[in-house]
T-cell receptor, first 115, second 109 residues
Framework: EAGVAQSPRYKIIEKRQSVAFWCNPI?????LYWYQQILGQGPKLLIQ????????DSQLPKDRFSAERLKGVDSTLKIQPAKLEDSAVYLC?????????????FGSGTRLTVV | GENVEQHPSTLSVQEGDSAVIKCTYS??????FPWYKQELGKRPQLIID?????GEKKDQRIAVTLNKTAKHFSLHITETQPEDSAVYFC????????FGAGTTVTVRA
């Protein structure tokens, strides 16, 4: 079974620039999550999709972050404009079960550095 | 929303000794409790999980216990080895996966 694919692996940008991350979940997984992991902290959920609908985006800074999951498969997360505090690893995860069923698989993440 | 607290934040043990990490959660509706191991620069990897209808689960040197009444759950690693050195995260799930802050475990040879 192929894993969750993410790209790019690393990205360095200047503050106020924009950046986009891509995630391809495991085939057939209906639920997709984007997490932000700041160095030394646990992952924080930014947004959760069920197919192509948003289930939870309560912790997504909507003034600068946006995410979409067209056709219920791939997803992109965008930051515009970036701030220094956005430096983190952005993890994508998917699961075959909705809500709290478990079976979460994480991608390798994108490490973003904002300078 | 769910709030997961994890202690200690760092843990240093001698090889062969046991390590215990404790977590509490706030939402009594949470029904699934996974534990993840994350090595430096790598993705979180599920090492064990427990559901709310079970009090204890064991897998070789790793065990997890759950006290639903107290809203506590713990990870126990016995006979620790250097390769157990990593950051461990507890998590609780109601409809979303909420993580604790992590415990950095160092196993001294």
């Amino acid at each position: 079974e192929a894993g969750v694919a993410q790209s790019p692996r690393y990205k360095i940008i200047e503050k106020r620039q924009s950046v986009a991350f891509w995630c391809n979940p495991i085939s057939g997984h209906a639920t997709l999550y984007w997490y932000q992991q700041i160095l030394g902290q646990g992952p924080k959920l930014l947004i959760q999709f069920q197919n192509n609908g948003v289930v939870d985006d309560s912790q997504l800074p909507k003034d600068r972050f946006s995410a979409e999951r067209l056709k219920g498969v791939d997803s992109t997360l965008k930051i515009q404009p970036a701030k220094l505090e956005d430096s983190a690893v952005y993890l994508c995860a998917s699961s075959s079960l909705s809500g709290g069923g478990g079976g979460y698989t994480f991608g390798s993440g994108t490490r973003l550095t904002v300078v | 929303g769910e709030n997961v607290e994890q202690h200690p934040s760092t843990l240093s043990v001698q090889e062969g000794d046991s390590a215990v990490i404790k977590c509490t959660y706030s939402d009594s509706a949470s029904n699934y409790f996974p534990w993840y191991k994350q090595e430096l620069g790598k993705r979180p990897q599920l090492i064990i999980d427990i559901r709310s209808n079970v009090g204890e689960k064991k897998d070789q040197r790793i065990a997890v216990t759950l006290n639903k009444t107290a809203k506590h759950f713990s990870l126990h690693i016995t006979e620790t080895q250097p390769e157990d050195s990593a950051v461990y995260f507890c998590a609780a799930v109601f409809y979303k996966l909420s993580f604790g802050a992590g415990t950095t475990v160092t196993v001294r040879a």
